[in-house]
């Protein structure tokens, strides 16, 4: 019987591994024979051959170390950068003292405690002259019946639920909100931005002002927000200004029974000798607004957060610079929804703008667009701490 391990004495295993090797150079062949691919892996090969990095390792010696020197000019860039930061909250500070007459008027006009003149609540809308046009044109038997529904019409003290409103006008703020503290943000009379004194480490505060309710004895909530304005030492060029790095709730004196953060569940519990069982009750967090008073604190001992935690202080400084640039200097149009259409508008007009750039491009090469970005300025923006 032939002896198939042997064909005309080359090994049936040496036979295979060539009839292997030569389907795999075929194979081979075809791909590369194929454009898109051989397109696919010359890009590829030009990313990795024309990176910055692997062109900087091309340089000469000489040429690294005056790229080092350039790199120590930068870092002392960016310290200069920091002081011109801490000038701009000094003078953020001496401003907010020019606002807050105003704030404290608006605050008396809000609450009722003063009635503004009629100078001072004289408005010209766009629409007025349509309005005088319509208004010339009612039957006086009409006018006369409306002026006699006003006459009836409620006067209610002040703006009723003028910061409720605007929590639930502004998605960022309504997510928080829960049913049950609608009743509490009501009595929400004012909000306050103080910065922190000069000399002293860069923060601001938030002031959350309450009449007298039913739920806290605390008139004043507040909220401290800790500021960074200097290079990292161990990565300078990522410096862009201050940024928020820590913050601070206070204690909140519920009222018993009033406490919205905490809800109470029953649980029951067998004892594993006896069998018998009994029922406990406990109590557990609860979602809440109020809960924006109790942050999470950054980690100060070098633990990283876990990626839950630290989208959940992203979100908590991203509210409170929300609060100090835009909700407290613009109250009255979050009140009325304008700077929400604003808002929404200008970010559809950013995208407008690229589209019909792009449009130009494709049409005349030799056309110059320009785009001037509409940049708004950065306006100023009692409780136990925790």
């Known amino acids: 019987m032939a002896d198939n391990s042997f064909s005309d004495g080359v090994p049936s295993d040496s036979l295979e591994a060539a009839k292997n090797a030569s389907n795999t150079e075929k194979l081979t062949d075809q791909v590369m024979q194929n454009p898109q691919v051989l397109a696919a892996l010359q890009e590829r090969l030009d990313t990795v051959s024309h990176t910055p990095s692997s062109y900087i390792e091309t340089l000469p010696k000489a040429v690294k170390r005056r790229i080092n020197a350039l790199k120590q000019l930068q870092v002392k860039c960016a310290h200069i ?9 000094d003078l953020e500070r001496k401003y907010a003292a020019l606002y807050q007459p105003l704030f404290d008027k608006r605050r008396e006009f809000i609450t009722g405690d003063v009635e503004p003149t009629d100078a001072e609540s004289e408005w010209h809308s766009e629409n007025e002259e349509e309005e005088k046009l319509a208004g010339d044109m009612k039957n006086k038997a009409v006018i ?3 002026e006699a529904a006003a006459a ?6 002040g703006i009723p639920e003028f910061w409720f409103t605007i929590f639930r006008n502004v998605d960022m703020l309504s997510e928080l909100v829960q ?8 009595h929400l009379q004012d909000i306050k931005v103080k910065f922190s004194d000069p000399g002293q480490p860069m923060s601001f505060v938030l002031e ?3 009449e007298p309710n039913d739920y806290f004895t605390n008139s004043v909530l507040t909220k401290t927000y800790k500021m960074k304005s200097e290079p990292d030492k161990a990565d300078p060029f990522s410096f862009e200004g201050p940024e928020i790095v820590d913050c601070d709730g206070c204690t909140i004196d519920w009222k018993k029974g009033k406490n919205v953060t905490v809800k109470t569940i029953k649980k029951k519990q067998k004892h594993k000798g006896r069998g018998t069982v009994r029922t406990i009750t406990k109590q557990v967090p ?6 924006f008073f109790s942050p999470l604190r950054a980690s100060g001992d070098g633990e990283s957060l876990d990626e839950d935690s630290e989208f959940t202080l992203a979100s908590d400084f991203e509210i409170g610079h929300f609060f100090r640039e835009r909700i407290v200097p613009r109250a009255v149009l979050y009140f009325t929804g304008e700077a929400i259409e604003d808002d929404d508008n200008f970010e559809e007009g950013e995208e407008g703008e690229e589209e019909e750039l792009e449009g130009d491009e494709e049409a005349e090469d030799d056309d110059d667009a320009e785009i001037n970005p509409k940049k708004e300025p950065s306006q100023p923006s009692e409780c136990k701490q925790q």
């Open 81 to 89: 950068e920091a002081k011109f930061y801490e000038e701009v909250h």
């Open 144 to 146: 006369a019946e409306k």
């Open 152 to 157: 009836e019409e409620p006067n209610p003290k």
């Open 179 to 186: 049913e049950y503290d609608e009743p509490i943000l009501k």
């Open 208 to 210: 959350f002002h309450f």
């Open 286 to 291: 609860n979602d809440s607004f109020f809960n």
